[in-house]
């Protein structure tokens, strides 16, 4: 697993350059500011407004890489100095000065900005000096470098005299990663290449994306010669991929957790054997196979093991702790009999949003509906736009059933992810515990993994706090894990990958690196 | 002038059914469940200063009247405001301009195939009325207006394009020629469609005609089969085809949907779909009123073509004289 | 007096024009398959079509599932005869609202006139500037309400057609000399309606009953093919046509085969509509 | 000389039956041949067979050669030279025989010979020319389009197309059936001219004697699909070789006199295929024997030119004689002694309101101050030319339509306007005025038995039994069973009479009533209307275009012109001596009408 090595039989990459590529995505992004936490947007923005550091996947821990800045100084918990490469110019051949930077920071804490939940504990950035910047945390966070270290830096001047617009055709940023914007319609967006770029240029001289909604038709588009590369939303079509004529297709493991939710601080979900009847209900090895094809792990608790790395002794003792777990796959007698025990022995009716397009949601619920008919239970799936989804899952007033897809974080720590499911204060409204849960073991547990509080706590405790979380998890069954996904990415003949971009490479624009011809 | 009083009078009649059309498209869309707020918000977090930043944007706190009100005053000017799910800086009015003119290409290629082939098959049909060549026409016509439109355009695209590969299977194509053989399988699937329809109305049209006295009249004049083709059968059977050009659109605005839909087309009508997917209520409010637009325009343009066409109507007025 | 009764010219004609032709004798025997489909294809599937065995995933077809699986392992085939309820239902309800409203309201205009044809008139007016499709996308897609609104929706944007077409055969009827010595004998203009107007319009009353009904099932299928029609779950051969789309590799079948029965029931429909039309419509202009 | 046109045995067949048999005529140059014959009777489809343009699914056989070229099985292309050249036709209807998107000059430039359609200018002087000849003003009516022109107008612009090609045979086919009696008169005086000015052969198809007798030189009378007698007019007139002749010229109403019985041919005309191995007559024959049936005979040549197809005809030829002459003898018409007006119409104006294109209303005054009325037991005639607003009047007394101002009274109710009426006045008006349509076709619902139809009249008023009233209008009790498919015209237009006085109504208004029926029932079907007038006591308004029609069935005639009155009187004087010139004009043209005619039919 993890982010190295390239499939078998990729014809073997040359030196040459590329004078255009492109690529598919599924929807224009909304803005191009890159203040988003959209993979679809940063897959974007990242090669025009870069970061400051860029997290890359190694050992299945995360690690950061200098990028805009050559290093990061924690001086305490609760601030960061980051050192700013000299020399560097935006497109526009303006210099990058530390206030950009500062700004840049702090226009992602905004509180109209998409990002601004991750900031919460913000304090400040300022320009501590030339070529310095400090950040400041309103308490000990673990990973506030992490956090901010993904950030685009963008170009203040322009950023300010666009208030309104900015992000959008008329005002698209100026960055200093190795491309500039050229021009966006609602079909494409074009980059065309940054004269002042500091670092080594990509192959790839321009770059342009363009909208594709669905696979059927971007595997079309690829088999025409349309478009040189594709993610891959559906894993299950990654076979159809390879048919096409030269094409190779590209996975990597990511840290990415899917998983069901139930309510249960409302019913019927706050009643554990409706839960376990539920969980009893799924066919996880089944939809494994009809969803992803394969591409795609069980996922034993709420995140995959790396997720831990930030805690856990050694990766054997994790693992192990994870084997204990319980595990619930289909059986409908056992079903069958928690739902008895339960205050709707019956049945009952629930509705579950999904994200409209998500393949393997939609599959997953069909599944649950026709495992739970039996029972009695009427499942009504119900495919919502992703906007929606989000805000109905935010706001903590969805039906109680919900398919949480591909949540990922470039933490490899508790405090990255996992925290936000659980607990009293992730149980308000923008905050991630969907499920309402939390108990004593939790409250007692939590501030060992919670990122405000967690900088006061050794290793070994917080290894303990996570276990006993964890544990309570499987036991409790707020969430039901499922899956892992891999990212897969499709390259037309001619085109090579020099290694499998992971999730992290995509958000911070070193997929492009990774790009190379083969003629 | 009396053509001048008539077009007034159409076009007046026109603007009412346009202004009828706007407000029932704005009112439905402000039913809406769940506000376009919720949409807008998207994954942010819902703080009262970005609800306040996108009310103020979007003028969403505004009482339904005012916000129509001003969203009609935006809209005369051909400004129909900020898409909320893609940022072009001309906003909605950009968007359509963007993908109008593929929508009208493909269009104009259709009509052209379709009386290319439509109103030839249909009189050949018409004029030899229960042979075999009608009967193959009108089987085929009967089964191109009944087999909906997807269903037709996946066959064409996964028989000519990927199995035989004789046309490619995505994008729009850079210059004339380019952009001629890439649109040829969607605008075959969208005149297929409108073909069936043409090629029925004509074959009804010319039978009627050829059943007229006056054909028989001009045949046994000794009149050359050719005058009596153009001048009697066709002249005659295009005032019914071309009163229908009306329905005939409305037909080929709900074929587009799947053509665009299937061939991934960047055009009106799949920006229409996307809009609907993705909630984006000003770019539906624009596409319906642009798309009610062109429908007014074009039973106008009928109706003054009947004018021209036909003798009859153009003088109606001092008839008896 | 002596009277020879004669024999009326037109019935030697419509001797001839009686005889089915062999494509609509075909149509009609489709059609009755599907509607045997649609009411019993449930019980006759060989596979409950829910069942689900997710290790067969997208299996090309074979000897136990004839037309191979799909991306859950269902039975295609099962899917496809199950489906069909879903697929004729919603045009049924469409045509069968249409032809009662419609029918009713276009008789009355037709005969009554004044005021309640000029409202219809208007409102047939302003539906026909809709592109039918269009609205319902909008509607459903943005107001939401799933597949009967659609049908909802697609009735009420069918009616002005039917409207239309009824009004138009009633006016010619009502024209007709039989009916004005029904009304010089002073019969109540109900039983006028009923009793004559109705079974001379009844023709093409049920040939724009089939002509709706394949109008409806395009629309319908159509909405399911863009997700907006059949909620997921329910076998229904437009939705089946566009998950099948993006397997079409794997396994074919699952979208050629919906895709070409609604061609085939659509066509079935409309070559019956038209001969049922051509056979015996008396009056009113086709759609 | 050889003949011009030689027909020999032509058989017309459609797919599964025989429309013409055995036909065969010649016709020489500048002869005029008249085809006479009931409706169904061949008529059309033997003039088309003689161009070579039947319609699709009909088939010719024997020989029809035009100058020595045989026409039958050659090819469009050959046929085309000869086309408008050698011979042309015209057809019934003038309405429909011009291509409504096209001028009249240009109608008649594109039938004119190649050479003279080269030079634009030589083109404008030929239409010029042509249109004159056709007593068109070329100037004004060149640049016409059809529909703004009259019908009689339009008939004489495509005679003029038709002999733009200066044919050496034209034929007309009804070609003045849809015009109005004056207009008619016109054409015909027209073709007449034309055929002697030019010395062209004319075949003339019409079901009307009358209108043969004054323009042909010869007669052909088809029935069933076969020809019975072929004879000089002259000689036909004076003694018809073929009783179904007889019974023909008998049936025909005088328009000079009242004749006491009007004489009609029993039962109605069979198909073709019924009769392919009998006489067609034999079935409607009162001389008819056993040797009728046995087989088919063949028009025979008896002497001077006349052939007749009656194998009896030497046997009977006396009683034929005898019978031509003493029947249709006037008939002293006995003053009516009328009663209370039953029908008083004052001031009637009524004016139809049509939408014309773009929402504009547009209105058409169809009737203009008309008073008259109907007397209880007396006949009252409505006489006038298409579109003279009879049917309007008809309507509005029914109830059918409202008079846009004026009153009208049936009896002691006020009905002018039929929206104010109680339920009970309704009912009322019911019983008082009842109406038979013209078209028999469309004059009973296709979907009800007759017995259901007239089971429905007796609800509404009346008494009786669908029976009785079967027998009283002359049919057969077990026809209550039968749909209106499986009758015949005049079958049909009895059940109407039977539904129309089923309710005993004090006023029958008869809309044309025998216009659409062949002469041998229009007879039956007006001497029912006298019966029911003489046994129920009826009052009849009778509304007709044909003026020995009125002379036969009213004691009083109101003449109507664009909707207004120009005369009314009684009948008798109306017709013998007209004050106003409206009315001249119409007795004038009726044909072969004038006293002279008489004369020469009754002088044998
Ligand atoms: N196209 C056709 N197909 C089948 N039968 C036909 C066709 N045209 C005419 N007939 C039949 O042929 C017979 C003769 O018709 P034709 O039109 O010659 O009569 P006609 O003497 O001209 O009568 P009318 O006075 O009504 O014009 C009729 O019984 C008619 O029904
Ligand atoms: N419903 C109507 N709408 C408009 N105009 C009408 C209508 N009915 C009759 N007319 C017009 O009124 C005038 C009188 O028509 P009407 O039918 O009374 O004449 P008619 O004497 O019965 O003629 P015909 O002998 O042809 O039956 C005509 O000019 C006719 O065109
Ligand atoms: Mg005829
Ligand atoms: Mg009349």
């Not at chain 1, 996975?251 to 009643?271: E, G, H, I, R, Y």
């Not at chain 4, 343009?53 to 030279?81: H, N, Q, Y």
């Not at chain 4, 004050?579 to 004369?599: R, W």
Request: charged share 15%.
């Amino acid at each position: 697993t993890g982010g190295s090595g390239t499939p078998a039989g990729a014809a073997p990459a040359t030196e040459s350059d590329i004078p255009s590529f492109t690529y598919a995505i599924p929807a224009m992004p909304t803005s191009l500011t890159g203040i988003t936490t959209k993979v679809q947007t940063q897959l974007i923005t990242s090669l025009v407004t870069e970061p400051l550091e860029r997290v890359s996947l190694n050992e299945g821990t995360a690690q950061l890489q200098p990028n805009l800045a050559t290093s990061a100084r924690q001086v305490d918990p609760q601030t960061l100095v980051y050192t700013l490469r000299s020399g560097v110019k935006f497109s526009d051949g303006t210099p990058l000065t530390a206030d950009d930077v500062a700004w840049s920071i702090k226009a992602a804490a905004a509180k109209t900005a998409e990002t601004a939940g991750n900031m919460a504990g913000f304090a400040g950035a300022t320009a501590s000096g030339p070529g310095e910047v400090t950040v400041k945390w309103a308490f000990p966070s673990v990973n506030m470098r992490e956090t901010v270290s993904e950030l685009p830096v963008l170009e203040a001047a322009f950023a300010t005299a666009h208030p309104d617009d900015l992000g959008t055709s008329a005002a698209l940023p100026v960055g200093s990663g190795p491309y500039a914007y050229q021009s966006q319609t609602s079909q494409d967006i074009s980059l065309k290449p940054n004269p002042n770029y500091w670092g080594t240029r990509p192959k790839a001289q321009n770059v342009k994306f363009t909208v594709i909604a669905d696979g059927a038709s971007a595997q079309l588009a690829m088999r025409s010669d349309s478009i040189q590369g594709s993610g891959i939303a559906d894993l299950k079509t990654t076979t159809q991929w390879q048919g096409i004529n030269g094409t190779t297709v590209y996975t990597a493991q990511n840290l990415v957790s899917d998983l069901l939710s139930m309510d249960t601080s409302k019913p019927p979900f706050n009643d554990l054997h409706v839960r376990q009847a539920v969980a009893y209900s799924i066919d996880r090895k089944g939809i494994l196979a009809a969803a992803f094809g394969g591409n795609a792990e069980q996922l034993q608790t709420l995140v995959p093991i790396e997720e831990l790395a930030g805690v856990m002794p050694s990766q054997a003792e994790a693992q192990q702790f994870l084997d204990s777990l319980p595990q619930y796959e289909l059986d409908p007698a056992k079903a069958k009999a928690q739902l008895a025990q339960s205050a709707y022995p019956n049945g009952f009716s629930v509705t579950v949003p999904y994200i409209n397009g998500s393949n393997w949601s939609r599959l997953l619920v069909l599944n649950l509906q026709q495992n739970m008919k039996p029972l009695g239970v009427t499942i009504t799936p119900q495919p919502v736009p992703a906007g929606q989804w989000f805000q109905t899952f935010f706001s903590h007033q969805a039906t109680g059933l919900q398919v949480l897809s591909g949540f990922s974080t470039t933490t490899t720590d508790p405090a990255g992810l996992l925290f936000g499911f659980v607990g009293a204060a992730n149980m308000k409204p923008n905050l991630p515990n969907s499920a309402n849960f939390t108990n004593d073991v939790i409250e007692k547990n939590y501030p060992a993994i919670a990122p405000a509080t967690a900088g006061t706590y050794s290793k070994a405790d917080r290894w303990a706090a996570t276990k006993a979380i964890l544990t309570d998890v499987a036991h409790q069954l707020p969430y039901i894990p499922l899956f892992s996904e891999k990212t897969a990415y499709a390259l037309a003949k001619g085109y090579t990958f020099t290694q499998n971009p992971s999730l992290f490479d995509t958000l911070s624009g070193a997929w492009i690196d990774l790009l190379r011809s083969t003629t | 002038m009396m053509l001048l009083s008539f077009t007034a009078r159409r076009l007046a009649a026109a603007a009412v059914l346009l202004l009828v059309l706007s407000f029932g498209v704005f009112a439905l869309l402000a039913m809406t469940p769940g506000s376009p707020l919720q949409t807008l918000i998207g994954t942010r977090p819902a703080t009262p200063e970005l609800i306040e930043t996108l009310n103020a944007k979007y003028h969403l706190d505004q009482s339904f009247l005012t916000q129509y009100w001003s969203w009609l005053g935006n809209a005369v000017r051909f400004d129909f405001g900020q898409s909320i799910s893609v940022q072009v800086d001309r906003g909605v009015t950009g968007l359509i301009g963007d993908r109008l003119l593929l929508s009208l290409q493909l269009a104009v290629y259709a009509v052209i195939l379709v009386l290319g082939f439509g109103v030839p098959l249909g009189m050949a049909a018409g004029i030899r009325r229960g042979r075999t060549t009608d009967r193959t026409v009108s089987l085929l016509a009967t089964f191109g207006i009944s087999a909906p439109a997807f269903v037709l355009s996946i066959a064409l695209l996964y028989v000519f394009g990927v199995w035989l590969d004789w046309f490619p299977v995505f994008g729009v194509g850079e210059g004339f020629r380019d952009r001629v053989v890439h649109l040829t399988l969607p605008a075959i699937a969208l005149a297929g469609f409108l073909s069936a329809i043409v090629i029925r109305q004509t074959r009804a049209a010319t039978l009627t005609v050829m059943h007229q006295d006056y054909v028989a009249f001009a045949r046994i004049r000794g009149l050359s089969p050719f005058r009596v083709l153009v001048r009697y059968a066709l002249r005659n059977s295009a005032l019914p085809i071309v009163t229908s050009a009306g329905m005939l659109l409305i037909a080929a605005l709900s074929a587009d949907l799947f053509v665009e839909q299937v061939f991934s087309l960047p055009g009106v009508a799949s920006l229409l779909l996307q809009a609907v997917t993705d909630k984006d209520i000003p770019v539906v409010q624009g596409v319906a009123v642009l798309l009610g637009m062109v429908v007014v325009l074009v039973n106008l343009l009928v109706d003054l073509l009947t004018l021209v066409l036909d003798p009859r109507t153009r003088t109606s007025q001092n008839r008896g004289a | 007096m002596v009277a020879v009764s004669q024999v009326p010219a037109g019935r030697a004609r419509s001797a001839r024009r009686n005889r089915m032709p062999i494509t609509v004798r075909l149509a009609t025997g489709w059609l009755f398959v599907a509607v045997v489909l649609a009411v019993f294809g449930r019980r006759l599937a060989p596979f409950d079509p829910g069942e689900q065995n997710p290790l067969l995933s997208v299996s090309p077809p074979s000897g136990a599932h004839w037309l191979g699986t799909d991306q859950l392992g269902s039975d295609v085939l099962s899917e496809v005869m199950a489906g069909a309820g879903t697929a004729l239902l919603g045009p049924l309800c469409v045509a069968l609202g249409t032809v009662l409203l419609g029918g009713a309201l276009g008789l009355l205009a037709g005969y009554r006139g004044g005021l309640i044809d000029s409202l219809t008139n208007r409102f047939a007016d302003l539906m026909y500037a809709l592109p039918g499709l269009l609205v319902i996308v909008v509607v459903i897609g943005v107001v939401g309400g799933g597949y009967w609104v659609a049908v909802a929706v697609l009735t009420v944007l069918t009616l002005p057609g039917e409207i239309r077409l009824c009004r138009s055969a009633t006016q010619v009827q009502a024209r007709l000399p039989y009916v004005e010595a029904a009304r010089t004998l002073g019969l109540p203009a109900a039983r006028i309606m009923r009793r004559h107007i109705l079974p001379n319009i009844m023709p093409t009353v049920i040939a724009t009953f089939l002509l709706d009904f394949v109008g409806a099932l395009v629309s319908l299928s159509g909405l399911s093919y863009l997700g907006l029609g059949a909620p997921p779950g329910i076998p229904d051969w437009g939705a089946l046509l566009q998950t099948g789309q993006n397997l079409l590799t794997d396994n074919p079948m699952i979208s050629l085969v919906p895709g070409a029965l609604i061609a085939l029931t659509a066509t079935s429909v409309t070559l019956l509509g038209d001969w049922l039309y051509d056979r015996y419509s008396v009056g009113g202009t086709r759609p | 000389m050889n003949p011009l046109l030689t027909v020999q045995d032509l058989h017309v067949q459609a797919a599964h039956r025989t429309l013409v048999r055995d036909v065969s005529f010649d016709l020489r140059a500048g002869e005029t041949l008249g085809i006479v014959g009931e409706s169904g009777s061949g008529k059309t489809v033997t003039a088309r067979s003689i161009v070579a343009m039947l319609p699709e699914g009909l088939r010719a056989s024997g020989t029809v050669a035009f100058d020595g070229i045989p026409l039958l099985g050659k090819r469009e292309r050959e046929l085309r030279p000869l086309r408008g050249t050698r011979f042309g036709m015209v057809m019934q209807d003038p309405f429909t025989t011009l291509n409504p998107l096209q001028t009249t000059g240009e109608h008649i430039r594109e039938s004119l010979p190649r050479a003279l359609q080269r030079s634009r200018s030589t083109a404008q002087a030929e239409v010029a020319r042509r249109l004159a000849e056709v007593g068109l003003d070329p100037a004004d009516i060149a640049k016409r389009y059809p529909f703004q022109l009259s019908g009689g107008m339009r008939q004489r612009v495509a005679i003029a197309a038709a002999l733009a090609g200066d044919p050496e045979l034209l034929i007309a086919d009804e070609p003045t059936t849809a015009l109005d009696a004056t207009t008619q008169a016109e054409i015909l005086g027209l073709l007449r001219k034309l055929q002697t000015d030019r010395g062209m052969a004319l075949i003339l198809i019409t079901h009307d004697l009358r209108v043969t007798f004054s323009v042909c030189d010869r007669v052909l009378v088809m029935y069933a699909g076969s020809v019975l007698e072929d004879a000089p007019s002259a000689a036909m007139t004076r003694a018809p070789r073929h009783p179904y002749t007889l019974g023909l010229l008998l049936a025909e109403p005088p328009v000079s006199h009242v004749v006491a019985r009007l004489n009609s041919i029993p039962g109605s005309v069979p198909l073709a295929d019924e009769i392919a191995d009998t006489c067609a007559f034999t079935a409607r024959c009162e001389w008819a024997r056993p040797v009728c049936s046995a087989g088919r005979p063949s028009l025979t040549v008896i002497d001077g030119g006349r052939s007749s197809a009656c194998l009896r005809i030497a046997e009977i030829g006396q009683e034929v004689d005898v019978r031509q002459t003493t029947l249709g003898e006037p008939a002293t018409s006995a003053p009516v002694n009328a009663g209370d007006p039953i029908l008083t119409v004052t001031g009637l104006h009524k004016v139809h309101r049509t939408s014309g294109l773009g929402g504009r209303a547009r209105t058409t005054p169809a009737v203009a101050d008309v008073s008259f009325e109907v007397k209880q037991g007396e006949s009252v005639g409505l006489v006038g030319e298409s579109g003279s607003g009879k049917t309007t009047i008809a309507r509005c007394v029914l109830g059918l339509a409202t008079p846009t101002s004026g009153t009208i009274r049936l009896g002691p109710l006020d009905v002018s306007d039929p929206r104010r009426l109680t339920r009970s006045q309704r009912r009322q008006a019911t019983q008082l005025v009842q109406v038979v349509f013209q078209d028999p076709y469309a004059s009973l619902n296709p979907m009800l038995t007759i017995g259901a139809t007239l089971g429905e009249a007796l609800t509404a008023g009346g008494g009786g039994t669908v029976a009785e009233l079967l027998r009283q209008v002359g049919l057969p009790a077990p026809y209550a069973r039968r749909k209106p498919a499986a009758l015949s015209g005049g079958e049909r237009q009895r059940v109407a009479i039977a539904r129309a006085i089923a309710v005993r109504p004090k006023l029958l208004i008869c809309d044309e009533a025998v216009a659409a029926l062949d002469v041998s029932v229009q007879a039956q079907i007006l001497e029912l209307l006298r019966e029911v007038r003489r046994t129920q006591g009826t009052s009849l308004l009778f509304i007709t275009h044909d003026l020995a029609v009125v002379r036969q069935m009213t004691d009083r005639a109101v003449v109507l012109r664009r909707g207004e009155v120009v005369e009314a009187g009684r009948t008798e004087t109306l017709l013998d001596s007209p004050t106003h010139p409206y009315t001249a004009s119409l007795v004038a043209s009726v044909p072969g009408g004038q006293p002279e005619a008489v004369n020469r039919a009754h002088g044998a």
